[in-house]
């Protein structure tokens, strides 16, 4: 059983900063790629923010140079510090994981944590 639990989120002001933070828990072998996706009211979940294990990251164009997302490998956690954030960036913040569990890489699956708002006011 694999559980991914993450927190951070909240009501701040425009131009103001936010880090979520997403933890894996469970009977894991390795975590592999990790990534951010947010979902506005009426409107399709999209990515954020994808970092692999190795630390390559890629960025959605609109939060480049704003977002940075970082993870730490031994404590199978990502996170996602959000700086200069503007009343667009008004979502419900989703991790994802791709775990292989168990005891070796032939099975790995995609989770997801439990989301969480951020509201940004102007």
Request: positive net charge; charged residues 15%; aromatic residues 10%.
């Amino acid at each position: 059983q694999v559980q991914l639990v993450s927190s951070g989120g909240g009501l701040v002001q425009a131009g103001g900063s936010l880090r979520p933070t997403c933890a894996a828990s469970g009977t894991i072998f390795s975590t592999n790629a990790m990534a951010w996706y947010r979902q506005a009211p009426g409107k399709q979940r999209d990515l954020v923010a994808a970092i692999t294990r190795g630390g390559s990251t890629n960025y959605a164009d609109s939060v480049k140079g704003r977002f940075t997302i970082s993870r730490d490998n031994a404590k199978n956690t990502v996170y996602l510090q959000m700086n200069s954030l503007e009343p667009e960036d008004t979502a419900v913040y989703y991790c994802n994981a791709d775990i292989a569990v168990g005891t070796s890489y032939q099975r790995q699956y995609r989770y997801w944590g439990q989301g969480n708002q951020v509201t940004v006011s102007s």
